[in-house]
């Protein structure tokens, strides 16, 4: 059994449009059960801890259209208490952890980034050893980490992320404060784009990324594929 660190966005507004933002359902659902489900323990974080909020586009009003996980997320007690009840990213150990998963959701691209702790972690987790994974907008959280010659984290490693040309899809290419795709190809990591709305998941040993909502599931995958390994190497 590992202790995995799941850490969600607490912003909630796209920029300037006025629009609502905030955590990407089914990225958190799908590799949260996939956790759960093979024994192992989970912690949910946020950036300024407390309730996270969810991006309203992430979740569909009629039930029945949403997928399995988020649902089953939604009905159960105790996963709703701890989204309700998240702790701040700050008061984290970051040495109790075997892994960090960084779900998306374009909050993500605002307060990730800015985030001392966030890349602290990131950073902590991965020299100890530990297991990194990431998908969608949720990789904005790995653009600060470093390693402990402070080189990048992501330097020389295969990466995935939302594309630019994805972005440029959903109309937001503007509103964000960077794009992800650009900014991994600036800090020397290998960017290797799926198409369009595909499901994508790259792993580059103890990093794993994946590209969009559509890629939650390989993502757990590859985190659980992981987890197994590191644990049975220590």
């Known amino acids: 059994m590992a202790d995995i660190l799941i850490v969600l966005t607490s912003h909630t507004a796209l920029g300037e449009t006025g629009r609502p933002t905030g955590f ?3 990225e958190l659902a799908v590799p949260y059960w996939a956790l759960v489900d093979a024994g192992h323990r989970v912690t949910l974080a ?8 969810h991006d309203p586009t992430s979740l569909d009003a009629e039930p029945s259209k949403r997928p399995a996980a988020v649902q ?3 009905d ?3 996963a709703m208490a701890a989204l309700a009840n998240t702790a701040a990213i700050s008061d984290i150990d970051p040495a109790a952890y ?3 998963f960084l779900p998306g959701g374009h909050g993500t691209a605002f307060d990730f980034p800015q985030s001392t702790a966030l890349a602290k972690a990131v950073s902590a987790i991965h020299a100890a050893g530990g297991v990194v994974a990431a998908v969608c907008h949720g990789p904005a959280g790995l653009v600060n980490a470093t390693r402990a010659d402070g080189t990048p984290l992501v330097a020389g490693l295969r990466v995935n992320s939302f594309t630019n040309a994805e972005e440029e899809a959903v109309g937001l290419t503007d509103v964000v404060p960077f794009l ?3 900014r991994f190809r600036e800090l020397g990591a290998h960017f290797e784009a799926g198409a369009d709305f595909t499901e994508t998941a790259i792993r580059d040993g103890r990093l794993i990324t994946g590209q969009n909502p559509m890629s939650s599931a390989a993502v757990a995958t590859l985190l659980l594929d992981a987890l197994t390994e590191t644990r049975a190497a220590a």
Do not use: V
């Open 24 to 26: 990407y359902y089914e």
């Open 46 to 53: 946020s950036i300024q801890g407390g309730a996270a909020a």
């Open 72 to 74: 089953r997320f939604l």
């Open 76 to 78: 159960a007690p105790e």
């Open 98 to 100: 075997d892994a960090i």
């Open 180 to 182: 992800l795709e650009t």
